[in-house]
């Protein structure tokens, strides 16, 4: 009874909620744009935003440093130096007009749990690592979850010399960063330094709100592709060419955005697809456009029928063009699989959540997270936190201060009682 009282106190103090909230905020004012968070990768701001890291994880008791991709490494002993670590973290990039929460509040929450064990000087039967991963959201190049590629040794060096909507290559942007494009091998880990990967992380969706829970267990991260298309027609004026002689890109590449909607409308199978940019050229009032580039993002919780869904979006896509008198061009610039969570980890944030009172409650990830690249070397698994509406990539995006310090708690509580694998009875 005197423990229950002693953890609704300490929730009512919501000390380490607290703290969140005034990093979360901090770390937001660091945006490219002072109206709109946007922190794109490699970005001044991303500068300034890892620098600003850097400094909370050594304020924590870490060794802390910046990695060839950009990641920000921070290393807590355990009872001696040098044993194999629990990796915490999260993302520090953003997508354009962001809110706050997505990606930080792991590395944030992270680093206060770190913070708190070393001001109680406790250390552990193994090291803990936060990493801040440089690109998760994939938003300036055209590939994404760059830094936990890196880390997972699976980074593909042919990305280095893609370029941003500016012109400017990954290779350049590094280097302007402070990084050698050279070195990116040596960001990447071992299996035997890892223990397991674990992030906490905004659910980004509305279930924990519905089912009135401040956290959940994450089964599963949902595969995506992503593909970029390109449609070429024939640019001409826009006065005198008749309707039935034009090869419009833009009037093909509307055709086609409606297609995939109504696709993935239809389909029962939890089936998402978005076009989240498009660009028509030359891009003039009174000029048909001749040419269309734009993005599509497929997800759903099973490999199989995504791939299916894929090819068949493909096909229709190919109709419109010929019909239409358009070449078309599709490249696939992500392709992931469904990660599941190792269930001997799962079990652990299930006791964590269980032993700060919450009921345990399962809930897949429809979002992509750097877990999805960390499977190549270490077993992972997530914690959600409950944020308002399931509102996320958007400024509106929120998590009240009892939630973040409610999933502190949780994260704390499994640091402290984290069984390795190999001592999983
Ligand atoms: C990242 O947030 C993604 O799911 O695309
Ligand atoms: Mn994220
Ligand atoms: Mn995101």
Redo the contacts with the bound molecule.
Sequence with gaps: MDEVKTRIAERENALLGDEILARIDELGKISETPEHLTRVFLSKEHRAAADLILGWMRDAGMRAHLDAIGNVCGRYEGERPGLPCLMLGSHYDT?RDAGKW?GPLGLITAIVCVADLNKRGKRLPFAIEVTGFAD???VRFAS?LLGSRAVAGTFDDSVLGTSDRAGVSMRDALMTFGLDPGHIGAAARTRRELHAYLELHIE?GPVLEENNLPVGVVTAIAG?TRLAANLTGMAGHAGTVPMALRRDALAGAAESIVAIEEFCRADQGGLVGTVGTINAMPGATNVIPGQVSFTI?IRAAADAHRKLAVTELVRQIEAIAKRRKLALQVDVTHENRTVPCALWLKAQVADAIAGEGFRVFELPSG???DGMAMIDIVDVAMVFVRCRGGVS?HPDEHVDRADADAGARVLLRLIENFTPRDAVG
């Design positions: 997508v997505d998760e959201e994939g994404t980004q995506a993002d979002a992509g997270h990539h």
